[in-house]
Nanobody, 112 residues
Framework: VQLVESGGGLVQPGGSTRVSCLASGFTFSIHDISWVRQAPGKGLEWVSKISPDGDETYYADSVKGRFTVSRENAKNIVYLDMNNLRLEDSARYYC??????WGHGTQVTISS
């Protein structure tokens, strides 16, 4: 079982980026997929969730209207598109399948 996040990197405030989560080794299409982030020195913060069929999406108030989660079950991949990024969005972003399987995360740093 693997979840591998990629994307992100260094982005200027107000900019955009995408992080991806590629899954393997389990039945991806039956799992909710959530994005969770952790900023340095802080706890885990739930960011977003997408239902198994992609029809339902949920967002934390802190990212609502700026982030969009989507998935392609045929490719076993979930995306998190992040727009109008703020300094406080800097964190390591993790994807998790129903909080059972976790990736190792990808870093997103917002800085001018």
């Amino acid at each position: 079982v693997q979840l591998v996040e990629s994307g992100g990197g260094l982005v200027q405030p107000g900019g955009s980026t995408r992080v991806s989560c590629l899954a393997s080794g389990f039945t991806f299409s039956i799992h909710d997929i959530s994005w969770v982030r952790q900023a340095p020195g802080k706890g885990l913060e739930w960011v977003s969730k997408i239902s198994p069929d992609g029809d339902e999406t949920y967002y934390a108030d802190s990212v609502k209207g700026r982030f969009t989660v989507s998935r392609e079950n045929a490719k076993n991949i979930v995306y998190l598109d992040m727009n109008n990024l703020r300094l406080e969005d800097s964190a390591r972003y993790y994807c998790t399948a129903t909080y059972t399987y976790w990736g190792h995360g990808t870093q997103v740093t917002i800085s001018s």
